[in-house]
């Protein structure tokens, strides 16, 4: 019997393309200021298609940390100090337009009344946390945990077992859902179900294989989670 749900956030909450390609974007932009071959540069280290704004799968930061990300622009100007880019990579997400995927506070309300439920993302745990709010979901989600909380980050299962733990609850009882293979990963190693969605840059049959269902996005969850019992 499922009895809780422990969710990834970007790609899965909110559309990743539309939310961090853009970020992306503008952010690539700022850092080259007016530089075309570093816009190019960046683009090709965040594996990002500058004209669509959208994310090649294997990109660092679809699943990678702020660590990776931060690396890979420092690769392309060492010149600039890391915690400038730290600053400025931090004054762009706190802005970013944050698209999600469906009405998070109404299937929220829903999912509350019968399951625990819980966020593990690759993000820091203060930026998850300030994106929750600014969604106006951050009350439903009692345990939050970024690659900084001291869990590890995904693909290891650290996030997801504390979750488990926190709650109480055998983790064949908790679904992980996410949209990259880095969350299934995660969750399967951790004892989970896992469950993909396809808000986010990979495709079905690249989730497929790690995951005991996919569907569209977390807006069909009610149906699906019916279909379980």
């Given at each position: 019997m499922i009895k809780a749900l422990l969710f990834d956030k970007d790609g899965t909450l909110f559309d990743f393309d539309a939310t961090w390609g853009r970020w992306a974007k503008r952010a690539i932009i700022e850092l080259a200021e007016?530089?075309?071959?570093?816009?190019?540069?960046?683009?090709?280290?965040?594996?990002?298609?500058?004209?669509?704004?959208?994310?090649?799968?294997s990109s660092p930061i679809i699943a990678g940390t702020i660590d990776e990300t931060l690396k890979a622009v420092h690769?392309?100007?060492?010149?600039?100090?890391?915690?400038?880019?730290?600053?400025?990579?931090?004054?762009?997400?706190?802005?970013?337009?944050?698209?999600?995927?469906?009405?998070?506070?109404?299937?929220?309300?829903?999912?509350?009344?019968?399951?625990?439920?819980?966020?593990?993302?690759?993000?820091?745990?203060?930026?998850?946390?300030?994106?929750?709010?600014?969604?106006?979901?951050?009350?439903?989600?009692?345990?939050?945990?970024?690659?900084?909380?001291?869990?590890?980050?995904?693909?290891?299962?650290?996030?997801?077992?504390?979750?488990?733990?926190?709650?109480?609850?055998?983790?064949?009882?908790?679904?992980?859902?996410?949209?990259?293979?880095?969350?299934?990963?995660a969750g399967k190693a951790a004892g989970m179900k896992t469950l993909g969605v396809l808000t986010g840059p990979a495709p079905h049959e690249e989730l497929a294989p790690l995951a005991d269902d996919v569907i569209a996005s977390i807006a069909g969850l009610p149906e699906w989670l019916e279909s379980q019992d």
């Amino acid at each position: 019997m499922i009895k809780a749900l422990l969710f990834d956030k970007d790609g899965t909450l909110f559309d990743f393309d539309a939310t961090w390609g853009r970020w992306a974007k503008r952010a690539i932009i700022e850092l080259a200021e007016g530089d075309k071959a570093i816009e190019q540069s960046l683009a090709d280290a965040f594996l990002l298609n500058f004209e669509t704004s959208k994310f090649d799968p294997s990109s660092p930061i679809i699943a990678g940390t702020i660590d990776e990300t931060l690396k890979a622009v420092h690769a392309v100007l060492p010149n600039i100090p890391q915690d400038e880019i730290i600053e400025k990579m931090k004054e762009g997400t706190e802005k970013a337009e944050l698209v999600a995927v469906c009405d998070l506070p109404q299937l929220f309300t829903k999912l509350s009344a019968k399951y625990q439920l819980g966020i593990a993302t690759n993000d820091n745990e203060a930026s998850a946390r300030m994106h929750l709010e600014r969604a106006n979901v951050e009350r439903f989600f009692p345990y939050v945990a970024g690659w900084d909380s001291g869990f590890g980050a995904k693909p290891d299962h650290g996030m997801c077992t504390a979750f488990a733990k926190h709650i109480n609850i055998a983790p064949e009882n908790i679904v992980m859902i996410g949209d990259s293979t880095f969350d299934l990963r995660a969750g399967k190693a951790a004892g989970m179900k896992t469950l993909g969605v396809l808000t986010g840059p990979a495709p079905h049959e690249e989730l497929a294989p790690l995951a005991d269902d996919v569907i569209a996005s977390i807006a069909g969850l009610p149906e699906w989670l019916e279909s379980q019992d």
